[in-house]
T-cell receptor
Framework: DAKTTQPPSMDCAEGRAANLPCNHS???????VYWYRQIHSQGPQYIIH???NNETNEMASLIITEDRKSSTLILPHATLRDTAVYYC??????????????FGTGTRLTVIP | DVKVTQSSRYLVKRTGEKVFLECVQD?????MFWYRQDPGLGLRLIYF???????EKGDIPEGYSVSREKKERFSLILESASTNQTSMYLC?????????????FGPGTRLTVL
């Protein structure tokens, strides 16, 4: 699995867009990019995933560069409840056995009032 | 909604004790996972299971064992607890097909070994 690099921490003003970068320069052609977040005292929660096209859902948008070596998770209007640790994971699905995920240490996003 | 429950939120045990952490999921998921989370180290996978009675080692299986006798239940066992096993333990489950990547986590058990 490709290794990911994320900044350890970021701040964002409430109501502004939060842009969380992830570098995955060794990603292979079949590996997807997944994002999770972990709010304090809770387990991680799935946010979004993508392969090469940009993706959007009710929680966030995912922008993947054309060479796929990096991606950005965008929270369009950050709220105080978005304060959490955000994990970027690159993973290839295997067809046998369980597909586990490697979470790493993530980016601690603090939304400031 | 998927629900993953863990037997205790907080647990205090003594060195050398045998410790059982229980996890139950109610969505008929094939896959179940045990992680530990420590400051500065993120989540690390201990063991996972993709079927009843099947188990595979994760990144840090030493000092732990698991049991999956029923599909909905996955137990983590510390045969002889040590102080370096003081940690937050998180259980998760996921389906094996389609949305396999979406793991659902329990609230966690904070274990302190004295």
């Amino acid at each position: 699995d490709a290794k990911t690099t994320q900044p350890p921490s970021m701040d964002c003003a409430e109501g502004r867009a939060a842009n969380l970068p992830c570098n995955h320069s060794t990603i292979s052609g079949n590996e997807y990019v997944y994002w999770y977040r972990q709010i304090h005292s809770q387990g991680p929660q799935y946010i979004i995933h993508g392969l090469k096209n940009n993706e959007t859902n009710e929680m966030a948008s995912l922008i993947i560069t054309e060479d796929r070596k990096s991606s950005t998770l965008i929270l369009p209007h950050a709220t105080l409840r978005d304060t959490a640790v955000y994990y970027c994971i690159v993973r290839l699905r295997v067809l046998t056995g369980a597909n586990n995920l490697f979470f790493g240490t993530g980016t601690r996003l603090t939304v400031i009032p | 909604d998927v629900k993953v429950t863990q037997s205790s939120r907080y647990l205090v045990k003594r060195t050398g004790e045998k410790v059982f952490l229980e996890c139950v999921q109610d969505m008929d998921h094939e896959n179940m996972f045990w992680y530990r989370q420590d400051p500065g180290l993120g989540l690390r996978l201990i063991y996972f299971s993709y079927d009843v009675k099947m188990k595979e080692k994760g990144d840090i299986p030493e000092g732990y064992s698991v049991s999956r006798e029923k599909k909905e239940r996955f137990s983590l066992i510390l045969e002889s607890a040590s102080t370096n096993q003081t940690s937050m333990y998180l259980c998760a489950s996921s389906p094996s097909q389609r949305e396999w990547y979406e793991q659902f986590f329990g609230p966690g058990t904070r274990l302190t070994v004295l």
